[in-house]
């Protein structure tokens, strides 16, 4: 299994419709991360966590909300999806002794 | 506010080149910077990590250099295979929580 595991792989989804995006992990690392990959514009941070009772907003966060349900999980929701927000979502964690990051194998979502 | 930019945006090269792949950055006050390597349609995967205090870091036939002062960072891939082809990433700390990623270098390797 892999260490950080997303789900769906892939999504289309309406206009307007909410969605949530999951993402799993085994590293046991406290903390996760959701970023955006758009061509041309690297990866965006969107969310983050550091343990279960601390999130915070990342760099572009708006039309988005997340929950951390428990240390090993890590859902990004849209509340109503836009087609701006067709993008490639990536999970990660980190650990922060050693600071490497370990990413999920991404959600690739289209608003149409 | 710190940028990272990597050149060239695209690479293609014979099998068996040697070839480098460069990073700067704007901020040299980092601890560390990371290599990745993105195949299409998927996740990042973690190279090498250099830290502040190193020069070098060495996988195989990759190595990665710092030069802090310069704002710099090089990725030097030794006798390239078309399995290397990839979109290469370099990331770098902002603050303590979040790292701030370039747009990557997309290299074909030709067989």
């Known amino acids: 299994d892999a260490d950080v595991t997303q789900t769906p792989r892939n999504r289309i989804t309406k206009t307007g419709k909410r969605i949530m995006l999951e993402c799993s992990q085994t590293k046991g690392h406290d903390r996760m991360y959701w970023y955006r990959q758009d061509p041309g514009l690297g990866l965006r941070l969107i969310y983050y966590?550091?343990?279960?009772?601390?999130?915070n907003k990342g760099e572009i966060s708006d039309g988005y909300s997340v929950s951390r349900q428990a240390q090993a999980k890590f859902s990004l929701s849209l509340e109503s999806a836009i087609p701006n927000q067709t993008a490639l979502y990536f999970c990660?964690?980190?650990?922060?002794?050693?600071?490497?990051?370990?990413f999920g194998s991404g959600t690739r979502l289209t608003v149409v | 506010k710190q940028e990272v930019t990597q050149i060239p945006a695209a690479l293609s090269v014979p099998e068996g080149e040697n070839l480098v792949l460069n990073c700067s950055f704007t901020?040299?006050?980092?601890?560390?910077l990371q290599w990745f390597r993105q195949d299409p349609g998927k996740g990042l995967t973690s190279l090498l990590l250099i830290q502040s205090s190193q020069r070098e870091q060495t996988s195989g036939r990759l190595n990665a250099s710092l030069d802090k002062s310069s704002g710099r960072s090089t990725l030097y891939i030794a006798a390239s295979q078309p399995g290397d082809s990839a979109t290469y990433l370099c990331a770098v700390p902002s603050g303590t929580y979040k790292y701030i990623f370039g747009t990557g270098t997309r290299l074909k390797v030709l067989a």
């Open positions: 966590s550091f343990d279960v009772k601390d999130i």
């Open positions: 990660a964690t980190s650990d922060p002794g050693s600071y490497g990051y370990t």
């Open positions: 901020d040299s006050a980092i601890y560390n």
